[in-house]
């Protein structure tokens, strides 16, 4: 049953994958207007507490603090991964798993890794057959911002202050993990390895030249536009909750 969900669902997002894209390009005016529309609003009436939480982790995130600074990637002393890069990682490999279970692939799994594959990679998510959704996830669904927004509804304000930081602070920190995500994942850095921004389209190890780019294209018209329609529902409904 769920196998059979799973083909057709991926063949259906390879059917729309082009038209999908052309569409976005002809409304790509109109979701840019909503979004920086209700971002201009957002700054006008919501709590300035979000802004605090999200340039707090900017200042935070580029070393601007005194008093702490951000982890680095690599314990050279322990010849492996840090654990805010593990946990980076796991983000990044949750997002591919949620998006495979969501195209019935229940069997799916994750793991991240102490140090980097022989192909270069962090972490790796195994389901049965795989489509652009489950490959492009990370780059625009924030984890973190989705596991806090249903504490919105709890009704106790002393909560609201904290929860509105962690808010601000988890938008920050998707934003600028998804510009280093797509830099990073843009070409693999092992020779004869691959990422997931060059197997939108084809699959390893069926990849050519011309799918990669089709890949390329098909992840700069994507990519911005699936965030700010992201962010614009996020927006709307803390502007409404509080």
Known sequence: MFKILSNLTDKLLGCIMWPLAAAVIYYYPDIFSLFTTTVSSFILNASPIYLVGAIFFLFFRFNFLPFIKFPKFWNFNKGKYTFASRLDTWEHEFNHWFFAILTFKLGSSFKTFPKPTELGHA???????????????????????????????????????????????????????????????????????????????????????????????????????????????????LQRNF
Request: hydrophobic share 50%; charged share 5%; proline share 8%.
């Open 123 to 237: 972490g790796y998510m195994w389901s049965r057959g795989t489509n652009w959704l489950i490959i492009i996830g990370p780059y625009f669904f924030p984890t973190f911002t989705f596991l806090l927004l249903p504490l919105i509804f709890i009704p106790y304000e002393p909560l609201y202050p904290f929860l509105q930081f962690l808010l601000g602070w988890s938008i920050s920190f998707h934003m600028i993990q998804n510009v280093i995500d797509v830099i990073q994942n843009w070409k693999p850095g092992v020779e004869g390895s691959f990422t997931d921004l060059t197997t939108l389209t084809v699959s390893q190890p069926n990849q050519t030249t011309f799918s990669i780019y089709r890949s390329w294209i098909f992840a700069i018209i994507m990519i911005p536009a699936l965030n700010f329609a992201v962010f614009t529902y996020i927006l709307m409904v």
